[in-house]
């Protein structure tokens, strides 16, 4: 009898929206482009860019300016959400129609659930899941297979892009041991640091640490994670009907202009909704001292526009600091009441 065993994929379609731009205009095939969220003619930042873009130096999250500098004949194209969430439903469809149990994590990733008795069988099955993407959407997309999330999306963002890797169960141990920490999901640079502050520099160096040790100096919640992180246990399971409650961004003032920033925050909050309505808005204000005063407002109709964050968001700074005009630190963007659209619906694809 064969021993099928349940495995989870995952789907990344490569630098999707500079991707999409050149399905769009062939033309710009085998030249940098960039797709930018424009807050200002010329000012912005970058939000997507393609393997050539990437390979001359331009990042995600860089300021237009800097990258056209570094890069003369960078190509900024400006975001095109509808587009973009087009081609995201017709994958997503024809995922969930052929492998069921598909949890769409967001406009460019989704995590199937599969079965494989073995490693041949599990290339198989993503190499079809390959073929399925680039023939409904014409997207090539990496994909990653792991007994869990967590090995998925390692397995993913090791073989970038248009890659496929399966790490199997028995395998998972050694590769996690043989990976840099900052392959781990969710453990950044100052983790990393802190990290190295305790003496631990390897994935080795840092399961000699007992989860109580992590907990002090991480906290509980993320303590645990770095602790099964280290060791691949992840006992997330696939949601099909993923829904999230709210989307909020951060960012230091530091010498920057109050309502620069929050034109920036509601570029970036706006790429993270990914085409989602939103009826409330909500600015968080963390003053010097440390102190937070938040406000928020529920519009009258679902909104799905980047200028109405902008000027809600910027209102709701002035009459905050109208009341207390005390120097700030930080200022949070935040979105509630939102509604699914399009690709994250699982009934949309169903019915």
């Known amino acids: 009898m064969i021993n099928h065993r349940k495995l989870i994929a995952l789907v990344d379609m490569d630098y999707f929206f500079a991707q999409c731009e050149e399905l769009k205009r062939p033309e710009l095939k085998g030249r940098p482009v960039a797709v930018c969220m424009f807050t200002a003619p010329e000012r912005g930042a970058i939000s ?11 990042k995600v999250g860089m300021p237009v300016s800097i990258a056209k500098q570094q890069v003369n004949e960078l190509v900024t194209l400006p975001v095109d959400m509808s587009y973009y969430s087009s081609l995201s439903f017709k994958i997503m469809g024809a995922l969930i129609a052929k492998y069921k149990k598909v949890e769409v994590a967001s406009i460019d990733e989704a995590y199937v659930e599969i079965n494989a008795s073995n490693n041949k069988d599990a290339v198989g099955i993503g190499s079809a899941i390959k073929d399925l993407v680039l023939k409904e ?17 390692m397995a993913c963002d090791s073989i970038k892009p248009n890659g496929l890797r399966v790490v199997m169960p028995e395998e998972s141990a050694e590769f996690i041991e043989k990976s840099s920490l900052n392959a781990i999901p969710y453990i950044g640079n100052k983790t990393i640091e802190r990290l190295g502050i305790l003496g631990c520099y390897t994935v080795n160096d840092a399961k000699k640490l007992t989860v109580e040790q992590l907990e002090k100096e991480f906290g509980n ?25 709210e989307y909020e961004r951060f960012a230091t003032l530091g010498n920057n202009d109050p309502f620069n920033l929050i034109d920036e925050l509601s570029a970036s909050l706006f790429l993270r909704l990914s085409g989602m309505k939103f009826q409330e808005i909500g600015i968080i204000v963390i003053y010097e001292d440390m102190s937070v005063r938040t406000k928020a407002i529920t519009l009258k109709f679902l909104a ?8 809600e968001g910027k209102q709701l700074f002035r009459e905050i600091q109208a009341v207390d005009g005390r120097k700030v630190r930080r200022i949070g963007l935040r979105v509630s009441k939102l509604k699914q659209t399009n690709y994250l619906s699982l009934s949309d694809y169903t019915n």
């Open 221 to 245: 919640k993320k303590g645990i994670f770095i602790y099964n992180a280290l060791r691949g246990i992840d006992d997330r399971a696939i949601q099909t009907n993923r829904v999230r409650k």
């Open 137 to 153: 959407s014409g997207i090539i997309c990496t994909v990653g297979i792991g007994q869990n999330k967590l090995i998925a999306k």
């Open 48 to 58: 997507s860019a393609n393997y050539v873009a990437r390979e001359l130096g331009v």
């Open 304 to 311: 799905s526009s980047v200028d109405v964050l902008k000027a």
